[in-house]
């Protein structure tokens, strides 16, 4: 298969992967090892902000992404979170699927890798706003 | 090596010998033997029709076959298909039977799949672990109205060899049952003796041995009085059994290239030398732990070895090695047909480890530095997509 440019850069580099750990860490992840596809969010709100009442506002600091996947999965989680620093963790995914799509010319048939990043990425900000 | 990727895929195709593609340009030209070889009533024709002759012979000299039962086809593709559906055309009123196995190649199967869509029946053996048919399988699946076994002598995933003999003995002592071998992979990875193996039938390649694509031939054995029908018409070229002009360049090709194989001591050699590399491969590979090796090393050939990787995604790791290296993926998304190896499946490994798994398949030209580059380039993927992963247990700094 051959991939674009941002593909294959995000996933040559993929400069975000790893943990995240702390009380303003939230975590969630979607998929699975067994269907080929497995993909966990740690998503930072910063320390001024854990003690707002609504998660949903709070500034999203830091994030990290852990992947079982295709280039395309893990160059789509990549640049996720690097989009994600400065945003409201309430704001849902820092770029929608459908542009995640266009960017990094996913195939139709591959879609469905795109929707379970986003479904860490919900899971990771669920579990952050559970733990107030 | 090719823009820097060292190459190992020789199992997929062979770059064209360069005194295989002289003697083939030869052919060509006003300058050149380019006659038909069908035209026996000028000097043209009769000068292409030597070549094409002398080009028979060397392809039965290197397969152990009379001269007489050489039929040029278009590759392997073409001789597995005229051998099964001109089988079982020519013998449909002895029986409508056939044996295969689920890890042939696709030119076996599909042809058997589209001869159930027309009322025969297909028996598929399963092979051990290892990749090998049991010989008491294959008597056990022979019928009464059995008319054909198609089984490959080596393994174009796992580079395992059949025991072609046994299998021969086992369709003798049935008495009709033919036997048809896919040797696409066969010829310079080990010995080939049609006369010998007691086969009926038996395809080959030019382009697996350092000749050109396009051109192959079909082993139809005269001692066994083997009858088949014709898959074209609309000529006699081929004693009728491949009707159109035979392409004089390319049947060149593929008897210089065979000619060029080496033999005796010289083969026994190479081998030992590719053999050598092979462990060497695999011994460094080993190193990154969770590495299975697919089919039995005692039973395969030395240019192949085929390995599963444990907690890699397939696609993910054939394009992290892509730039550097050329190899075969049992990847999913890798592949044309969007699946994984079904030969992998059928030997037992789940789905991520047959999707996981790359075919290296080294050549006349793979040298003990290509092999530490391959081991290099691998090595750094997979520790690199297990830190992506972040599986547990793994050591992503183990050195090689």
């Given at each position: 298969?051959?991939?674009n440019?941002?593909?294959?850069?995000?996933?040559?580099?993929?400069?975000?992967?790893?943990?995240?750990?702390?009380?303003?860490?939230?975590?969630?992840?979607?998929?699975?090892v067994?269907?080929?596809?497995?993909?966990?969010?740690?998503?930072?709100?910063?320390?001024g902000?854990?003690a707002?009442?609504r998660?949903?506002?709070?500034?999203?600091?830091?994030?990290?992404?852990?992947?079982?996947?295709?280039?395309?999965?893990?160059?789509?989680?990549?640049?996720v979170?690097?989009r994600?620093?400065?945003?409201?963790?309430?704001?849902?995914?820092?770029?929608?699927?459908?542009?995640?799509?266009?960017?990094?010319?996913?195939?139709?048939?591959?879609?469905?890798?795109?929707?379970?990043?986003?479904?860490?990425?919900?899971?990771?900000?669920?579990?952050?706003?559970?733990?107030? | 090596m090719?823009?820097?990727?060292?190459?190992?895929?020789?199992?997929?195709?062979?770059?064209?010998?360069?005194?295989?593609?002289?003697?083939?340009?030869?052919?060509?030209?006003?300058?050149?033997?380019?006659?038909?070889?069908?035209s026996?009533?000028?000097d043209?024709?009769?000068?292409?029709?030597?070549?094409?002759?002398?080009?028979?012979?060397?392809?039965?000299?290197?397969?152990?076959?009379?001269?007489?039962?050489?039929?040029?086809?278009?590759?392997?593709?073409?001789?597995?298909?005229?051998?099964?559906?001109?089988?079982?055309?020519?013998?449909?009123?002895?029986?409508?039977?056939?044996?295969?196995?689920?890890?042939?190649?696709?030119?076996?199967?599909d042809?058997?799949?589209?001869?159930?869509?027309?009322g025969?029946?297909?028996?598929?053996?399963?092979?051990?672990?290892?990749?090998?048919?049991?010989?008491?399988?294959?008597?056990?699946?022979?019928?009464?109205?059995?008319?054909l076994?198609?089984?490959?002598?080596?393994?174009?995933?796992?580079?395992?060899?059949?025991?072609?003999?046994?299998?021969?003995?086992?369709?003798?002592?049935?008495?009709?049952?033919?036997?048809?071998?896919?040797?696409?992979?066969?010829?310079?990875?080990?010995?080939?003796?049609?006369?010998?193996?007691?086969?009926?039938?038996?395809?080959?390649?030019?382009?697996?041995?350092?000749?050109?694509?396009?051109?192959?031939a079909?082993?139809?054995?005269?001692?066994?009085?083997v009858?088949?029908?014709?898959?074209?018409?609309?000529g006699?070229?081929?004693?009728?059994?491949r009707?159109?002009?035979?392409?004089?360049?390319?049947?060149?090709?593929?008897?210089?290239?065979?000619?060029?194989?080496?033999?005796?001591?010289?083969?026994?050699?190479?081998?030992?030398?590719?053999?050598?590399?092979?462990?060497?491969?695999?011994?460094?590979?080993?190193?990154?732990?969770?590495?299975?090796?697919?089919?039995?090393?005692?039973h395969?050939v030395p240019?192949?070895?085929?390995?599963?990787?444990?907690?890699?995604?397939?696609?993910?790791?054939?394009?992290?090695?892509?730039?550097?290296?050329?190899?075969?993926?049992?990847?999913?998304?890798?592949?044309?047909?969007?699946?994984p190896?079904?030969?992998?499946?059928?030997?037992?490994?789940?789905?991520?480890?047959?999707?996981?798994?790359?075919r290296?398949?080294?050549?006349?030209?793979?040298?003990?530095?290509?092999?530490?580059?391959?081991?290099?380039?691998?090595?750094?993927?997979?520790?690199?997509?297990?830190?992506?992963?972040?599986a547990?247990?793994?050591?992503?700094?183990?050195?090689?």
């Open positions: 298969m051959d991939y440019e941002p593909t294959l850069r995000g996933f040559e580099t993929a400069l975000y992967t790893g943990e995240l750990s702390g009380p303003g860490v939230g975590r969630g992840a979607a998929g699975s067994a269907a080929g596809t497995w993909v966990q969010f740690d998503v930072q709100v910063s320390a902000d854990t707002q009442p998660i949903e506002t709070a500034c999203i600091e830091n994030a990290r992404f852990r992947a079982y996947g295709c280039p395309h999965t893990i160059a789509a989680a990549d640049w979170c690097q994600a620093a400065g945003r409201p963790a309430g704001a849902g995914l820092p770029e929608s699927v459908e542009s995640l799509q266009r960017r990094f010319e996913v195939p139709v048939p591959k879609m469905g890798r795109l929707l379970l990043i986003e479904d860490a990425w919900a899971a990771a900000v669920a579990e952050l706003a559970s733990r107030r | 090719s823009g820097g990727a060292v190459y190992l895929d020789h199992a997929a195709t062979t770059p064209t010998d360069p005194r295989v593609a002289a003697a083939m340009a030869a052919c060509l030209a006003a300058d050149g033997d380019f006659g038909n070889p069908s026996a009533n000028h043209f024709g009769s000068r292409a029709h030597a070549l094409v002759e002398h080009a028979r012979a060397g392809v039965a000299a290197a397969a152990g076959a009379d001269p007489a039962e050489v039929i040029w086809t278009s590759g392997a593709t073409e001789a597995n298909n005229m051998a099964i559906f001109g089988v079982a055309h020519h013998e449909r009123s002895q029986g409508r039977h056939l044996v295969t196995a689920r890890t042939e190649h696709r030119a076996v199967l042809p058997c799949r589209e001869l159930e869509r027309r025969w029946r297909v028996t598929y053996l399963v092979p051990a672990r290892s990749g090998l048919i049991d010989p008491a399988a294959v008597a056990d699946a022979l019928r009464p109205d059995t008319v076994v198609s089984i490959m002598h080596v393994n174009n995933e796992i580079g395992v060899v059949q025991d072609i003999a046994a299998f021969a003995a086992a369709c003798a002592a049935h008495g009709t049952a033919r036997l048809h071998v896919d040797a696409a992979q066969s010829l310079g990875k080990c010995d080939v003796d049609f006369g010998a193996s007691g086969a009926d039938l038996m395809s080959l390649s030019a382009h697996k041995a350092y000749g050109p694509k396009g051109v192959g079909l082993l139809v054995s005269r001692r066994h009085g009858h088949i029908a014709p898959l074209l018409y609309g006699s070229q081929e004693r009728g059994l009707a159109g002009t035979v392409a004089t360049h390319q049947v060149v090709g593929m008897g210089t290239a065979l000619g060029l194989l080496p033999t005796g001591g010289e083969a026994n050699a190479e081998r030992r030398r590719i053999a050598g590399l092979r462990e060497r491969l695999w011994s460094g590979l080993q190193a990154l732990g969770g590495v299975l090796r697919n089919g039995e090393d005692a395969c240019q192949i070895l085929n390995v599963s990787f444990e907690h890699v995604e397939g696609e993910s790791l054939l394009a992290a090695i892509r730039p550097h290296l050329a190899v075969s993926s049992g990847s999913a998304c890798a592949s044309a047909n969007r699946e190896s079904y030969v992998l499946r059928a030997l037992g490994r789940d789905q991520r480890l047959a999707e996981s798994s790359l290296f398949s080294l050549g006349r030209s793979t040298s003990a530095a290509d092999i530490d580059t391959a081991v290099h380039v691998v090595a750094g993927a997979v520790q690199r997509l297990r830190r992506i992963a972040g547990a247990g793994w050591n992503a700094q183990a050195s090689l």
